[in-house]
């Protein structure tokens, strides 16, 4: 994939979860929340101060993050569904 953000933006291709219960109910698909967990594709250089210093971002390519419900905007990118969000958008790192 070709495709690079800009500024502080993070390109993001979410985890699908579980399709079932922990008692082994089978979830349908109209019944699912999006996933709210993911991995990152691609960041941008980061964002600039005022004095035109880069602020260098605190994620990388690979990274699992937590995300919030309503965070960013879907696009399709080669056939793959991702998700472009900003940085401050990312809830946390998981380790």
Do not use: C, Y
Request: hydrophobic share 35%; proline share 4%; no cysteine.
């Amino acid at each position: 994939m070709s495709f690079t953000p800009l500024h502080d933006r993070v390109l993001v291709r979410r985890i699908e979860g579980d399709e079932t219960t922990k008692g082994g109910l089978i979830i349908p698909d109209t019944a699912k929340e999006k996933p709210q967990e993911g991995e990152v594709v691609s960041v941008g250089a980061g964002g600039r101060r005022e004095n035109g210093e880069r602020i260098p971002t605190d994620v990388k390519s690979g990274d699992r993050i937590l995300f919030g419900k309503w965070s960013g905007s879907e696009i399709e990118l080669d056939g793959e569904d991702l998700v472009i969000m900003k940085e401050s958008d990312i809830l946390g790192v998981i380790a």
